[in-house]
Structure formats: structure tokens, C-alpha cells
């Protein structure tokens, strides 16, 4: 259920984000408004250049915006200054990428335990490497995992400081469909047993069947949202 039954947790208004490249300016975002709701699960849709990073990149405090407002529950993150917006980032937001970042002379479970050591409520590494199906790989180093394996390490990396929020961007990029899955799945019951507000980038248009809600952004601007009336289980997409 979206709308006012449910509390906001991002609003963005107006936003817009602009990039001097020498002579030339590229419009990365142009005005994108836009209201994600607390425990929802939502796939940002777009090809490459579309704006999707960009938008992820403001809304998780890594980077600016050009001009617009955005709000994190009442936090206004364009007036934030840099101290501000590391402790945002730092208790509030979970991050997952394309390339899982793990630390190669540290176990898993010491990869997942560098973020509880930071975090105000964190969870034990080994309940998060549990949440996403690694149970019994906590003592192996990431040269002994899979791909997929490794990014849900980053998962388990990103959830163990109980974020609100997880953005995900293209976490299935470097694998294949059979083990992508796996790692949306993991994603799945992050979102399902924490109530964190996920919000998945992918060019991969199969993936968005299993989203409550699907941005297309088009050229730095929303060209389309859909709402999913039967959320598809990772388990059941094929691409």
C-alpha cells in the first residue's frame, strides 16, 4: 500500500544535477520528483546515462544536488554540510554495488564486522551473513567464494548496521541469471524480515517484476511509473 498510508521516506522535488564536461554541460537529472515509502521494495529502470546512479548517489548522500530539494524523513539533505552527511550515511544507509569492495585479507565475517564496529545498533556479523544465505562461510576469505557468494558478503556488509534504507546498484551486474537470483533473493528477505526500504537500479527489465513499484527514468527525468498488482519471486525470473 502506497500513498498516505504509509510514511514517506525520501522526498525529492525539482531535483536536478548538471556536470561540466569542458565546454560542454551534461543534465544528469533535470527536475525528477519523487516519493519512496518506508518498507517498500523499488527497481529504478533505465539504460545506461539515464540517471539512475546519479539519483541513487543523491538520495544515499554521496553526492549533490545541482538544485531541488531532497528530504530523508525530515532531514533535508541539500542543506546538509559534509560532517552531516556522513553520519547520515554512516547510521541510515546501506549500500551495495556492482563490485562487492570486500576486503581480500579479511574472512567474511571480519569484512561484515568492520561496519558493527561504526554502527549504533548493529547485529551480530554472523546473524547477517545468515539473513543473506551464508551461514557456515563466515571463516572464508573472499578468493574462496563465488561471485555471488562475495556480493552477498557486501549485502551482509551493508545490513548488519540495521540501515533503513538499502540502494542497490546493478548488485546482479557482474553475475550470471542462475546466480543472480540467488542474490535477489537475499535482497528479498532483507527487505522482508528488516522492513528496509530497498531500492534496486537495473537496466534488466525481468528484474523489475519483482519490485512493488517501477521507475522508468528516461534522460535524467521519471518517464513512467508502474505499480506491480503480483510482485514476481526472484526465485521464478529467468533472464
Known sequence: MNGPDR???FRT???TKTYEMGEVTVHALRGVDLDLYAGEIVVLLGASGSGKS???NILGGLDT???GQVLYHDQDLTRADDRELTEYRRHWVGFVFQFYNLIPSLTA???VAIVTEIAKDPMDPGEALEIAGLSGRGDSFPAQ???GEQQRVAIARAIAKRPAVLLCDEPTGALDSKTGVVVLEALNRVNRELGTTTLIITHNEVQ???AERVI???DGEIADVKVNERRTPPSELRW
Request: proline share 0%; net charge neutral; hydrophobic share 40%.
Open 54 to 56: 546519479t539519483l541513487v
Open 65 to 67: 544536488a545541482t538544485s
Open 216 to 218: 522508468y527514468l528516461r
Open 109 to 111: 565475517r571480519e569484512n
Open 7 to 9: 510514511e514517506v521516506v
Open 208 to 210: 523489475a517484476e519483482m
Open 145 to 147: 567464494l563465488s561471485g
Open 13 to 15: 522535488r525539482g531535483l
